[in-house]
């Protein structure tokens, strides 16, 4: 069986936290697990971690988010930029993936689906969480 690389991986954790978004936007009953099936056929623990983990800690994602986006809130902008930078936050506070490449990824993952400004704010946000976080470390 073919391996996944983990930026792959994130694609889908990105497309799952846009599909769930969009269901609570909709009020459309959904199960995570199921949504997660939808995008990915076998079963990932990275895909888990990281989808449960922004789930279950949204609120304070979104709150360090809101904290460093000037004048903005994480909930203005699309979908798909809140599911990037989601998931960014997500990984540079509660794993062990190093700084850099969640911020790496992220990008990517902006080039792809954000457009300019919206990636600049995202790298801008993960920039400041970043070394706000190795000030205090």
């Not at 990105?14 to 199921?34: A, F, S």
Request: proline share 1%; hydrophobic share 40%; with cysteine.
């Amino acid at each position: 069986m073919e391996q996944i690389t983990r930026s792959e991986l994130r694609k889908v954790i990105m497309t799952i936290l846009y599909q769930i978004d969009v269901y609570k936007n909709n009020k459309i009953d959904y199960e995570v697990d199921k949504v997660i099936n939808e995008q990915l056929e076998i079963d990932n623990e990275f895909v888990k971690d990281c989808v449960y983990g922004v789930i279950t800690n949204q609120k304070d994602i979104d709150d360090i988010a809101n904290k460093y986006l000037n004048k903005w809130t994480i909930t203005r902008l699309g979908f798909t930029d809140q599911a990037i930078l989601r998931l960014a936050i997500y990984e540079l506070i509660y794993t062990d993936t190093p700084e850099v490449v969640v911020i790496n990824e992220a990008i990517e993952l902006a080039k792809l689906y954000s457009d300019d400004e919206v990636r600049k704010m995202i790298n801008g946000v993960l920039d400041k969480i970043y070394h706000n976080k190795v000030d205090h470390e």
